[in-house]
């Protein structure tokens, strides 16, 4: 379930960094959404357990994993940011 909330976050974040701080305005709104959304998933199933002790069974949320979710799905954005600006895609 942790792993909804990471990709839930992630969105929130895509969503952000179009309506706050302006970041991919050639791209669509989605899409930045979309990659952010992805970025949470990667952060919270794949990153997160590299570097968290694994959640007990049954527990719904956890911080640490919701953290890195978020992360990863700044590092994402950021990523898809510089790579538009870089070779104009």
Do not use: Y
């Not at 960094?17 to 794949?46: Q, Y």
């Amino acid at each position: 379930m942790t792993v909804v909330f990471c990709m839930i976050l992630g969105a929130i974040v895509g969503w952000l960094s179009v309506a706050m701080l302006h970041l991919n305005e050639g791209r669509a709104t989605m899409t930045c959404v979309v990659i952010g959304a992805l970025g949470g998933f990667i952060g919270g199933k794949m990153v997160a357990p590299m570097f968290f002790a694994a959640a007990p069974a049954g527990e719904v949320f956890n911080i640490s994993t919701l953290f890195m979710g978020f992360v990863v799905a700044s590092i994402c954005i950021a990523i898809g940011h510089w790579v538009g600006k870089r070779w104009d895609v």
